[in-house]
């Protein structure tokens, strides 16, 4: 059951360009979308998250944008730089349950990543 | 601020052999997580730890995988026998911990992760 989806394995794009990377997601009770930049021979790093109850948050060169209605949000690098290959992963948070002692946790669910190549 | 720790980096078994992947959190994170990722797929939770004890472990293979966290710092993750299909990296993450009423993003903080490759 793949909750969250990243339909495109890789994007190619000329330094200066805007990337868009695509995220889906079926489950409506998720918080948080979270963006994580991967690069090989290391763990993923937090990018930008967006709450559930706002359609766009900024950060410098990116942006991402939700779309609740039809459940997709959307990476926006602009403008793209060499430094920004990476693997791109989706992720999205929501309230995961209570713990034997009665605290309750968060879960975080991961898409399959999109490769971002950008071209000098 | 020192971040996660994971050692070994790099491991290479034959299957059905045994292997064992450490990690130390951020100082201060009560919430630990092993990730699995095979290559060309995003991370797949294995197993999430609040303090010392388990609060998710659904897709952990419990058959061949465990996993401990003792004093509610350190964590280890063991295979036993490993099979081929284990080949992955295997990712620690911490994070505070997440409460309904505090809310927040859920930001996890990975270590560089442990390159798992089963003959």
């Known amino acids: 059951d793949q909750q969250v989806k990243q339909n495109s394995p890789s994007l190619s794009v000329q330094e200066g360009r805007i990337s868009i990377l695509n995220c889906d997601y079926t489950?409506?009770?998720?918080?948080?979308f979270l963006w994580y930049k991967k690069y090989p021979a290391e763990g993923p790093t937090f990018l930008i998250s967006?709450?559930?109850?706002?359609d766009k948050n900024e950060d410098g060169r990116f942006t991402v944008f939700l779309n609740k209605s039809a459940k997709h949000l959307s990476l926006h690098i602009v403008p793209s730089q060499p430094g920004d290959s990476a693997v791109y992963f989706c992720?999205?948070?929501?309230?995961?349950?209570?713990?034997?002692?009665?605290?309750?946790?968060?879960?975080?669910?991961f898409g399959q990543g999109t490769i971002l190549t950008v071209h000098p | 601020e020192a971040g996660v720790a994971q050692s070994p980096r790099y491991k290479i078994i034959e299957k059905r052999q045994s292997v064992a992947f450490w990690c130390n959190p951020i100082?201060?994170?009560?919430?630990l997580y092993w990730y699995q990722q095979i290559l060309g797929q995003g991370p797949k939770l294995l197993i999430q730890?609040?303090?010392?004890?388990?609060?998710?472990d659904s897709q952990l293979p419990k058959d061949r995988f465990s996993a401990e966290r003792l004093k509610g710092v350190d964590s280890t993750l063991k295979i036993q026998p490993a099979k081929l299909e284990d080949s992955a990296v295997y990712l620690c993450?911490?994070?505070?911990?997440?409460?309904?009423?505090?809310?927040?993003?859920?930001?996890?903080?990975f270590g560089e992760g442990s390159r798992l490759t089963v003959l």
């Open positions: 967006i709450s559930s109850i706002k």
């Open positions: 993450a911490s994070s505070l911990v997440w409460s309904w009423r505090r809310g927040g993003t859920g930001e996890l903080f």
């Open positions: 730890f609040q303090n010392n004890g388990v609060v998710d």
């Open positions: 489950n409506s009770m998720f918080d948080y």
């Open positions: 100082s201060g994170h009560a919430t």
């Open positions: 992720a999205a948070f929501s309230f995961g349950g209570f713990n034997a002692g009665g605290t309750s946790y968060g879960k975080l669910t």
